[in-house]
């Protein structure tokens, strides 16, 4: 399984145009070669599709992620804990309590070293989360969720 099991994201990939297509297999190959140790988690839902690794099957253990907008087509690369992380360099994006993210553009603008810095923060974060560690699974992909319905359109404005 792991990084060569790409059918199952691949089903879930159809309706986003090529070039997004492009930027998510990208991504997943960046993140697998850097923990294949861990678990990809796909969850397909009405607004997005998202993608995340974990060292369990659990969200809750997520340290990274990307998510594909369908209406947007924006991709982002973010951080379950990301407002925990030493964001040095203030690039994370997002004021909740939780999920820091950045939007990917083109591949050479991607500040990669920086990322895999804030992947190992976030991924000890995530460790420290697994209290019981019979929890632990190693390189998976597992299909969360998926929804019956699928937005296409942008919502319409008031």
């Known amino acids: 399984m792991s990084k060569s099991d790409i059918k199952v994201l691949q089903k879930s990939l159809k309706s986003f145009p090529p070039e997004v297509i492009s930027k998510a297999i990208w991504i997943r190959e960046f993140i697998w070669d850097q923990y294949p140790e861990c678990n990809e988690l796909i969850y397909d839902n009405y607004n997005a599709l998202a993608v995340g690794w974990s060292p369990t099957d659990r969200v809750g253990h997520t340290f ?52 895999k810095k804030l992947m190992k923060e976030a991924y000890k974060l995530s460790r420290s989360k697994v209290k019981d560690a019979t929890q632990m699974m190693e390189g998976q992909t597992i299909f969360k969720s998926e929804s019956a319905k699928k937005r296409s359109k942008p919502p319409k404005r008031k």
């Open 64 to 115: 990274c992620s990307f998510a594909l907008g369908r209406a947007s087509h924006n991709v982002h690369f973010g951080f379950y804990y990301g407002a925990d992380l030493n964001d040095s360099k203030g690039i994370l994006l997002g004021e909740g309590n939780q999920y820091r993210y950045i939007l990917v553009g083109e591949r050479a603008d991607f500040p990669e070293a920086y990322m």
